[in-house]
């Protein structure tokens, strides 16, 4: 992928059809992990009748998901009181729905915009915001799973099955990087 370059009220730059297919390729898991998310969702009958949309009120279990999905509030993790799960519950019912929602129209905007055979990308300012958010997340998801921390490596031993996937988190990083500046530019 060539960097990002700004050119009037767009930003611009190119993808080989390589590059297309694996941020395609993550940005679907990405959101097939939201959607199904939303279709765990129990239905609440006061909410149809209200219009009030309502979410889980419980963390996922699942890593990954926790992670795109943290907690709305924070839990003392030695002893938190009733109070505060009940607060914890109602935030996330609350917000978790806009947050998935919001997850998922960013990652749409990134599968409409990348060629999947590559090629040239022009993004309007709102895309590529768009294009930033969802490329922390699968950033976000793909750090996870790999388990990266500050104290990682650039690189590690080619024995070691994270190797790859690493490389693929610091290509992300780089793009995203890339878009920033021309954005800021």
């Given at each position: 992928m060539k960097p990002w370059k700004r050119s009037g009220g767009t930003v611009t730059a190119h993808i080989d059809r390589q590059e297309a297919a694996v941020l395609r390729g993550l940005v679907s898991q990405v959101d097939d992990m939201l959607r199904a998310r939303v279709e765990d969702t129990p239905q609440d009958e006061l909410a149809e009748l209200t219009g009030i949309r309502t979410g889980p009120t419980t963390s996922p279990d699942d890593p990954i998901l926790s992670r795109l999905l943290p907690d709305f509030h924070r839990l003392d993790d030695d002893n938190p009181s009733k109070e505060d799960l009940d607060s914890a519950a109602m935030?996330?019912?609350?917000?978790?729905?806009?947050?998935?929602?919001?997850?998922?129209?960013?990652?749409?905007?990134?599968?409409?915009?990348?060629?999947?055979?590559?090629?040239?990308?022009?993004?309007?300012?709102?895309?590529?915001?768009?294009?930033?958010?969802a490329l922390n997340d699968v950033r976000l998801a793909l750090g996870t799973a790999i388990e990266v921390s500050e104290d990682m490596p650039d690189e590690l031993p080619d024995d070691d099955p994270r190797s790859p996937h690493l490389s693929v988190y610091h290509w992300l990083t780089w793009v995203q990087e890339s878009l920033v500046q021309a954005l800021s530019s």
């Open positions: 935030l996330r019912s609350l917000h978790e729905p806009r947050l998935l929602e919001a997850k998922v129209g960013v990652a749409a905007v990134v599968l409409e915009t990348c060629p999947a055979n590559g090629g040239d990308l022009a993004l309007t300012p709102e895309q590529a915001d768009a294009w930033l958010s």
